[in-house]
């Protein structure tokens, strides 16, 4: 498992290649105001947009989350932690006025550079007062 790379997966650096080829500007692994030890995968700071790439194994994908049968249990309290975690910075973000936005690494790259351009343009036409 420490062989699993937690940056630049494969769906990131595609996403982050076709927002750039769009023009679109952003920071990368930007730390979560207010929260130790968590990062932001990719950030649009005027708009106030965090996104996170998470992966299916290790976030509890719905359609493709497996479970480790070596060690069963302590696994489970693990990726659960993960979940919750992940609920954790989400609501702390987004009670602080930030648009979460969470992508499965399934997810085809264009659609969600789609997604992520659409919400970057409408925060750049009507800035979080």
Known sequence: MSRQSSRDTAQELAVRRLLHRRGLRYRLHVPVPGMRRRTVDVVF???????????????????????????????????????????????????????????????PAEEVAEQITLAVEAGRACPPQ
Do not use: Y
């Open 45 to 107: 700071g005027k708009a106030r947009i965090a996104v996170f790439f998470d992966g299916c194994f290790w976030h509890g994908c719905p359609e493709h989350a497996t479970s480790p049968r070596a060690n069963a249990q302590w696994w489970r309290a693990k990726l659960d932690r993960n979940a919750s975690r992940d609920r954790e910075t989400t609501d702390h973000l987004v009670a602080e006025g930030w648009t979460v936005m969470r992508f499965w690494e399934h997810e």
